[in-house]
């Protein structure tokens, strides 16, 4: 049985690539995230294309690893011959996508069999392939890929297969490059040059993290995730490189995360600024700029790599999902959804940029003045919330507190920066929405801060009014709101994102793993109330649910004590370097 927690990533900052531990590539898209895959075994099996490099027979013992600092992966196999290493990664993206991988003997005489079964288009279309010096050229429309390795390989099965014998000390490249199949075929890559060109480029990065502090090694993970996970062309960072690993083993949540969500934006930029990595966060800026330009009626809350609106879902009805988890989509309808709390993430990146020194230009001052006088008129307005939620719309909890933070952070963009504006009417609006939140989201009989108004369901989302700065995490209803979450909304101390009983807001079937990320925020809040050793505590289980490459999913089911959902998950990697910087800090991210 695969596990989402068998998987490794590679990236090269335009598309990624998961290897699983037995040397396969199961997942690939070129050139970009969101492009078709050509190895989709992912979501379906092998026949839906995927690249295995691993020993030819039992191997007996296999660990893997991250070079320090770097995405360039080791994994070794041992078998009753010797042991060998191989060496994946993606070079940082030239004119062309590759992934080169390197087999490298470490003891005796191993046999090794690569297997490369191209399929374009999601595992749907076999290309035609044909001989080329040092390997073979597949194409099918669009795409071609070419296969270079100094062995031998011969077709089999509608495959490329090559087998060989790696001695101590001997180190066999194979390299895989994508490239358009009217064009014309991309320069050789040498595949040890490309190895130390890669290793630098990943070091270099890591030596600007200015932080210093407790968990310093485990924020640079994460940032190391989320840097793999940014679009370098444009700035963006997509929520995940996958589509549709299942929240629930078998059920129907199954989305497309290969986009860009706005809301990541007040925790990749607090992440990235507090780490030292101000190109990151004004390159993410820039993204946010250019995408949400144009009437703040029609902005979304999410966008495609270069700003794309039109995202369109689908079911691709020809893969049989991960261990049988359908439908596979593609696209996420969710785009066109009204989710108001954007609107308070939009001015909180706003602040937080302006108070890590980096300029906002005319151009920022506008746009962000046009949504406050769009949310002055439409925050009464019901929506469909932060968890996207398919059933009706409501008064969100959530959604009220972040256009709280929309005029909070407007009225502190000018008082601290002199940001021109109606000052005394964000007071008023902010003033107006806070009362109303007290007032219609408290739950008497939970105790606690609830979903929605006249809701009576908790939703871990209520957390991040302490790290908002909406009350203070002393506040006694918060203090009440946390024990009644970690009472009713918890499964072996993680966090649920919300209940979700048959009939609850979401609109679809009941069942869903622990959210990573809410129990991150409840590390925060514990951490703002004086409740240190319990949040260390909460932390440190947080951690051991990485994979052994330190990797996160979105969720987590701690009954079969595996990863859920699509994977690395870039907002679980926020939520981990958030809580981290309080607890190094001592205060929250972003309510100061």
Same mark, same amino acid.
């Given at each position: ?76 196999? %041992?078998?009753? #011959? &010797?042991? $060998? /290493? ?6 940082? +993206?030239?004119?062309?996508?590759? =992934? @080169?991988?390197?087999? %490298?003997?470490? #003891? &005796?005489? $191993? /046999? ?6 191209? +399929?374009?288009?999601?595992?749907? =279309? @076999? ?5 080329? #010096? &040092? ?458």
């Amino acid at each position: 049985m695969r596990r989402i927690e068998d998987y490794a990533l590679l990236g090269d900052l335009e598309t990624a690539a998961l290897v699983h531990r037995s040397g396969s590539i199961d997942w690939c898209c070129f050139p970009r995230f969101d492009s078709g895959a050509c190895f989709a075994a992912l979501l379906g099996g092998p026949e839906n294309g995927h690249w295995s490099l691993a020993p030819s027979g039992e191997v007996t013992h296999n660990a893997r690893r991250y070079r320090h600092d770097t995405l360039i992966l080791e994994s070794e196999f %041992e078998t009753a #011959d &010797g042991r $060998v /290493r191989a060496i994946d990664f993606m070079p940082p +993206r030239g004119v062309a996508p590759d =992934i @080169v991988r390197i087999v %490298e003997g470490l #003891d &005796g005489h $191993v /046999r090794m069999r690569s297997e490369l079964k191209i +399929r374009f288009d999601y595992g749907r =279309i @076999v290309p035609w392939v044909r001989r080329a #010096d &040092g390997g073979r050229i597949a194409v099918a429309g669009p795409d071609a890929l070419r296969f270079s390795t100094p062995v031998e390989v011969r077709g089999e099965n509608f495959a490329t297969v090559a087998e060989f014998t790696v001695g101590v000390g001997e180190r066999v490249p194979f390299v895989l490059t994508w490239f358009q199949s009217h064009a014309p075929q991309p320069d050789d890559v040498d595949a040890e040059q490309a190895l130390d060109d890669t290793e630098e480029f990943w070091l270099d990065w890591a030596n600007r993290c200015t932080h210093e502090g407790d968990y310093h090694e485990e924020i640079h993970q994460s940032l190391l995730v989320l840097k793999a996970l940014t679009y370098a062309p444009t700035g963006g960072i997509v929520a995940a490189p996958t589509t549709s690993l299942p929240e629930q083993i078998g059920g129907v949540r199954n989305w497309d995360y290969r986009f860009c969500w706005l809301r990541d934006a007040t925790l990749t930029l607090v992440a990235m600024l507090n780490s030292g990595y101000r190109e990151e966060a004004q390159a993410w800026r820039d993204w946010l700029l250019r995408a949400v330009a144009g009437n703040p009626a029609d902005v979304q809350i999410m966008y495609g790599l270069g700003g794309e609106r039109r995202l369109e879902e689908r079911e691709l009805d020809w893969l049989a999902g991960f261990e049988s988890s359908t439908p596979v989509r593609t696209g996420n309808a969710a785009h066109a959804q009204l989710q108001l709390d954007v609107f308070g993430e939009l001015a909180d990146a706003s602040y937080a940029n302006l108070s890590h020194g980096i300029e906002q230009s005319g151009h920022a001052r506008s746009l962000m003045s046009t949504m406050l006088r769009w949310l002055e008129d439409n925050w009464r307005q019901k929506d469909s919330g932060l968890w996207e939620v398919r059933g009706p719309r409501q008064h969100f909890t959530h959604s009220k507190l972040m256009c709280w933070v929309a005029f909070d952070r407007a009225v502190r963009l000018h008082e601290d920066f002199g940001f021109p504006g109606p000052v005394d009417r964000w007071r008023a609006l902010r003033d107006e929405i806070h009362a109303e939140v007290l007032a219609n989201a408290w739950s008497e009989r939970r105790e606690a801060f609830v979903q929605a108004y006249g809701s009576e369901a908790l939703d871990a989302a209520v957390l991040l009014m302490p790290l908002t700065g909406f009350l203070s995490a002393s506040d006694p209803r918060i203090v009440s709101t946390v024990d009644a979450i970690r009472r009713d909304l918890t499964t072996d101390r993680l966090v649920l994102r919300y209940e979700t009983k048959d009939g609850a807001a979401d609109g679809l079937p009941s069942g869903d793993g622990a959210f990573l990320a809410c129990s991150f925020w409840l590390v925060s809040v514990l951490e703002l109330q004086g409740r240190h050793d319990e949040a260390r505590e909460l932390f440190e289980r947080l951690l051991d649910l990485r994979n052994d490459v330190g990797l996160l999913p979105e969720e987590y089911d701690p009954v079969a004590g595996r990863h859920l959902g699509n994977f690395p998950q870039a907002f679980s990697h926020l939520a981990l370097v958030d809580a981290a910087l309080t607890l190094s800090m001592g205060r929250s991210m972003h309510s100061h």
